[in-house]
Each structure stands twice: as C-alpha cells, then as structure tokens.
C-alpha cells in the first residue's frame, strides 16, 4: 500500500488549506486511516481519523471544530479540510492507514502501519 499526500502550502492566519492523501494497493480495504503532523523538534501528534467504513470521525481538541476529515471510497481518497489556520498548525502533515481493524479508535502512530510522504503546512502570522 502506498500513501500519496498533497496540498500543503503557505497561508495566512485565518485561511484555509485543504490536504488530499490517494491511496494505491488499499481497493477493498475497510480500516482507519488518519492525519498526523510533526512540527520541528516535536513528535508526530494525532490530528484527526476517519473509520473508513461508517464514515465516523475522531479529532484531537486542538483541531475540533477547524478541521474536518473526509473520504472518498470511490477515489480510495481521505481528505483534511483546514479552517481558521493557526501559526501553531504548522508542521509537516501526513496521511497513515491501517491494515486491519481495531476496537478502540486509533490515535498514535503505533496503531498505523503505513504512512505517506508527509506535506508542508505553514501559517503566517
């Protein structure tokens, strides 16, 4: 399985961004994929879920009510709609997946056995 993430780029503060990861070798598959970002000199931290079955989505406190995750099942497709940027919000972001299902609602990376390239979000004040 191969994860390809785009969209990423420069923004002012209050704007919008909105990232796309194409997953290719996933046709078929019914497991959680997420978005991650790693800002300099941080760990990687959970931003956001989607249970690519039911739709349902999870989000870390930092980015509820901003962010909105998405998937399209006919383009193998998961989506992250970015409002009301923040300077904070900058980071490198990437897409992951799982390949099997899970009980609890996956949100560190140990749960995700492979992840895309990773997309360059800044935020200027």
């Known amino acids: 399985v191969q994860l390809q993430a785009s969209g990423g780029g420069l923004v002012q503060a209050g704007g919008s961004l909105r990232l796309s990861c194409a997953a290719s070798?996933?046709?078929?598959?019914?497991?959680?994929m997420a978005w991650f970002r790693q800002a300099p000199g941080k760990e990687r931290d959970f931003v956001a879920t989607i249970n690519w079955e039911t739709g349902t989505t999870y989000y870390a406190e930092s980015v509820k009510g901003r962010f909105t995750i998405s998937r399209d099942k006919a383009k193998n497709s998961v989506y992250l709609q970015m409002n009301s940027l923040k300077p904070e919000d900058t980071a490198v972001y990437y897409c992951a997946g799982r390949l099997n299902r899970i009980v609890v609602v996956p949100t560190t990376t140990a749960q995700f056995s492979y992840w895309g390239q990773g997309t360059q979000v800044t935020v200027s004040s």
């Open positions: 070798g996933r046709t078929g598959s019914n497991y959680p």
